[in-house]
């Protein structure tokens, strides 16, 4: 007959290994077996022998861990920002508009003195100009001398309310 009793209830605690694999994830419990057997209990070289099993099993375990394995892709240290796919510095005829941390197109409407709104789109890494020569492209609607570029802040300034065009194409062509 098999039964397992708590530790904890019991008030008994037995000897661990302190370089237990699991013990910074599991809570040490441990259970006590019993069985009858031809005297009735174990005895206690039954369970040093049990406990010399576990000890053997996470030490293989722990081994198996620790051997550094093979791996097909390179280390970060070794993969040059040029070997990357779609790798390209930003600079003339080419732009990125930033995100926020939310995932919204930096686009906004802003009101000026005198009552003027203008739409502003900001945090442009690379050139805004181009950026500007393709929106008038996509916005044929829209005169374009309504454009701006405004270089020191990076920033394109349209005249007019045109959040939702603007976002419309940056999202879907760009």
Do not use: C, W
């Not at 019993?34 to 010399?52: C, P, R, S």
């Not at 197109?105 to 500007?132: A, F, H, M, N």
């Amino acid at each position: 007959m098999l039964s397992r009793i708590g530790f904890r209830s019991v008030n008994r605690t037995l000897p661990f290994s302190s370089s237990s694999l699991f013990s910074r994830n599991f809570s040490r419990v441990g259970t006590l077996k019993t069985e009858a057997n031809k005297e009735g209990v174990k005895t206690a070289q039954d369970n040093q022998l049990e406990n010399n099993l576990t000890q053997q099993e996470l030490k293989d375990l722990s081994s198996v861990l620790e051997e550094p394995s093979f791996s097909i892709f390179p280390s970060l240290n070794d993969v040059k920002p040029k070997e990357l796919v779609g790798f390209q510095a930003f600079g003339v005829k080419s732009y990125f508009v930033d995100r926020s941390a939310t995932g919204n197109l930096p686009v906004y409407s802003d009101v000026k003195r005198g009552g003027k709104i203008v739409t502003e789109i900001r945090r442009i890494r690379g050139d805004p100009v181009q950026l500007r020569n393709d929106l008038q492209d996509k916005l044929k609607h829209i005169p374009k001398n309504r454009f701006k570029v405004l270089m020191e802040s990076k920033k394109v300034v349209i005249d007019g309310d045109v959040v939702r065009q603007v976002k419309q194409v940056l999202s879907t062509v760009f």
